[in-house]
Nanobody, 125 residues
Framework: QVQLVESGGGSVQAGGSLRLSCATSGFSFKNICLGWFRQVPGKQREGVVG????????TYADSVKGRFTISTDSSKNTLYLQLNSLKPDDTAVYYC??????????????????WGQGTQVTVSS
């Protein structure tokens, strides 16, 4: 059974940092797509970053380039997202996702079949 469980969300002031974790089970980290997305109430889910674990190639949304960093620990089956220099516009529910059959891992929802339940990130000005 595939499971993804996010943690690490919270409330921070602008300029602060958070580290999100996504503990996974039920699949191997080998040669798959993993990604982070976010969603604000009333808006579509937005891709933040995708990574192909075969060669660690990443694709970031322009809005987070240079501020957010994705990483993986295959020994723990865990995905991370380091959020630095946070802005109020980064406030959202953040979701991790897995796409088990792709090699082009853009942060687009159609590539990913499995999703976590989300963790809230709130950035105050």
């Amino acid at each position: 059974q595939v499971q993804l469980v996010e943690s690490g969300g919270g409330s921070v002031q602008a300029g602060g940092s958070l580290r999100l974790s996504c503990a996974t089970s039920g699949f191997s980290f080998k040669n798959i797509c993993l990604g982070w997305f976010r969603q604000v109430p009333g808006k579509q889910r937005e891709g933040v970053v995708g990574i192909y674990t075969g060669n660690n190639e990443t694709t970031y949304a322009d809005s987070v380039k240079g501020r957010f960093t994705i990483s993986t620990d295959s020994s723990k089956n865990t995905l991370y997202l380091q959020l630095n220099s946070l802005k109020p516009d980064d406030t959202a529910v953040y979701y991790c996702a897995a796409g088990l059959s792709g090699r082009v891992c853009y942060p687009k929802t159609g590539i990913y079949q499995y999703w976590g339940q989300g963790t809230q990130v709130t950035v105050s000005s």
